[in-house]
T-cell receptor, first 114, second 113 residues
Framework: EAGVAQSPRYKIIEKRQSVAFWCNPISGHATLYWYQQILGQGPKLLIQFQNNGVVDDSQLPKDRFSAERLKGVDSTLKIQPAKLEDSAVYLC????????????FGPGTRLTVT | AQSVAQPEDQVNVAEGNPLTVKCTYSVSGNPYLFWYVQYPNRGLQFLLKYITGDNLVKGSYGFEAEFNKSQTSFHLKKPSALVSDSALYFCAVREGNFNKFYFGSGTKLNVKP
């Protein structure tokens, strides 16, 4: 079974530039999550999709972050413009719907903003 | 408000000894509890979960966790640690089917030969 795919694995940009991350979840997983993991901290949920609809984006900084999952499969997360404090690992995860189901995580994208 | 706490930033244990990584949670209803492990430059991997039923849950790689409702804890345990268990461990809690996951800050486990 193929896992959650993410690209790129690493990205270095200057502040005020824009960047986009891509995620392809496990086939059949209707729920997709984007997390931000700052060094030394646990993952923080940015946005959760159920198929192509947003379930929770309460912690997404909407003035600079956006995400979409147009066809209910793969998803993109964009930051525009980036700030120094956006330096983190961005993790994508997917699961079957329902709170009892565990999430499966991709390898993450390490973003460095200089 | 929901939250989860991992009181130890780091746990050191000798290979072959038992290990415990602590987790306490706070939810207003019945929790779904999870443990994940993260190796360097890798995503999080699921270890085990408690949904309902038996308080002792067994998971991958010989790990187990005990759900204690009165103490609101879900400590991760292993009878005999391996050097290869050295990694970052995260506890997570979710209340119900539609609420978000809350992750703890993580505990770094160091197993020395």
């Amino acid at each position: 079974e193929a896992g959650v795919a993410q690209s790129p694995r690493y990205k270095i940009i200057e502040k005020r530039q824009s960047v986009a991350f891509w995620c392809n979840p496990i086939s059949g997983h209707a729920t997709l999550y984007w997390y931000q993991q700052i060094l030394g901290q646990g993952p923080k949920l940015l946005i959760q999709f159920q198929n192509n609809g947003v379930v929770d984006d309460s912690q997404l900084p909407k003035d600079r972050f956006s995400a979409e999952r147009l066809k209910g499969v793969d998803s993109t997360l964009k930051i525009q413009p980036a700030k120094l404090e956006d330096s983190a690992v961005y993790l994508c995860a997917s699961s079957f719907p329902g709170g009892a189901n565990q999430q499966y995580f991709g390898p993450g994208t390490r973003l460095t903003v200089t | 408000a929901q939250s989860v706490a991992q009181p130890e930033d780091q746990v050191n244990v000798a290979e072959g000894n038992p290990l415990t990584v602590k987790c306490t949670y706070s939810v207003s209803g019945n929790p779904y509890l999870f443990w994940y492990v993260q190796y360097p430059n890798r995503g999080l991997q699921f270890l085990l979960k408690y949904i309902t039923g038996d308080n002792l849950v067994k998971g991958s790689y010989g790990f187990e966790a005990e759900f204690n409702k009165s103490q609101t804890s879900f400590h991760l345990k292993k009878p005999s640690a391996l050097v290869s268990d050295s990694a970052l461990y995260f506890c997570a809690v979710r209340e119900g089917n539609f609420n978000k996951f809350y992750f703890g800050s993580g505990t770094k486990l160091n197993v020395k030969p």
